[in-house]
């Protein structure tokens, strides 16, 4: 059993509320007799797990979105290197490049060197959101929930 203390899953997420499944709180709604105290009982189990899922979906979300934001940050580079790129310096290369070519193939490659850098930069953005994924275990988690909440009502 995990508590709300510990964190055994090694993962680093913040430890979320457990539902306590132990000898002793079996013990104790076989002590209460009333139907009341097991619906009270029930109600504050199921608010624990609905908690703690919508917890565990929180979290996975937002470490997905910080890789999204880290992704994008090469997209915001290219971008710069296009429209904010110094134009005195390109201007200076394609100058320098005219004492040994025409003068137009010496802006021509001036010009595939700065398309060339920011395709490059597009491309590291690309691959940075690919490595996004979705939130599995929090997928899992729901997809066991409701077949235990399945699996319940047909026992009876």
């Known amino acids: 059993m995990t508590s709300a203390r510990e964190n055994t899953n090694g ?29 009270r009982d029930a109600t504050a189990h199921l608010s624990t797990l609905v908690r703690a899922e919508v917890e565990l979906a929180k979290s996975e979300v937002a470490g997905e979105i910080r890789k999204g934001v880290k992704g994008s940050v090469y997209f915001i580079v290219a971008l710069t290197v296009l429209l904010f790129s110094s134009f005195f310096f390109f201007f200076f290369g394609a ?14 490659i001036v010009f595939g060197v700065m398309l060339l850098t920011a395709v490059l930069f597009a491309l590291l953005g690309v691959r940075k959101l690919k490595k996004l994924r979705a939130p599995q275990r929090t997928i899992d988690s729901a997809r066991d929930t409701v077949a235990a909440i399945r699996n319940r009502g047909e026992d009876r």
């Open 11 to 39: 993962s680093g997420l913040p430890p979320v509320p457990s539902i306590p499944l132990t000898a002793e709180s079996a013990a104790k709604i076989a002590g209460e007799t009333s139907i009341g105290g097991l619906v």
């Open 95 to 108: 100058e320098l490049l005219d004492v040994w070519l025409p003068r137009w193939s010496a802006f021509l």
